[in-house]
């Protein structure tokens, strides 16, 4: 099934690590399949969200070798789009979070992913982490999945 098809009738998405990474390095792999996600954040057909784990997973590598202008390209893309917002994480998402980690095996960071995503309102959760599918309360988009258009 085609990325677009998976999107249709969606609001606000949740964007996970992986996403995030493929796009801002133009993952040959992926960027026909993210790319359409971002496109539509442009645009303003979707709204999105990101949590503190996203930006955070996305800048250990950046930061390990030493490359802020990656670090900087995360910052952007997690931060300056007015239909993408940040979660904060609170101490109701961490009770949420603890709940997924117990119910589903989820590991720490995906359980507050997870809580985050649900506690603002997503209706789908973009992804390369098969494991969100345990999840029975989100619609998790797996990139592996599907296909690009």
């Known amino acids: 099934m085609k990325i677009s098809a998976r999107l ?15 796009f801002v390095e133009k993952n040959p792999d992926y960027m026909d399949k993210v790319k359409v996600i971002f496109n539509r954040l442009d645009a303003g057909t979707i709204s999105g969200a990101a949590s503190p784990v996203t930006l955070s997973e996305c800048l250990v590598l950046p930061i390990r070798l030493g490359k802020p202008e990656l670090v900087q390209a995360f910052i952007q893309i997690l931060g300056g789009n007015s239909n993408l917002f ?15 980690r117990a119910r589903y095996n989820l590991t720490l960071p995906d359980a507050f992913q997870v809580a985050a995503a649900i506690a603002s309102g997503c209706d789908g959760f973009l992804t390369n982490d098969d494991t969100i599918k345990r999840v029975t309360e989100l619609n998790a988009i797996v990139l592996d999945e599907v296909e690009a258009g």
Do not use: M
């Open 86 to 100: 940040f979660v904060t994480i609170d101490d109701q998402i961490a009770s949420s979070a603890a709940d997924f």
């Open 8 to 22: 249709k009738n969606l609001e606000r998405i949740f964007l996970d690590t992986a996403p995030v990474i493929y």
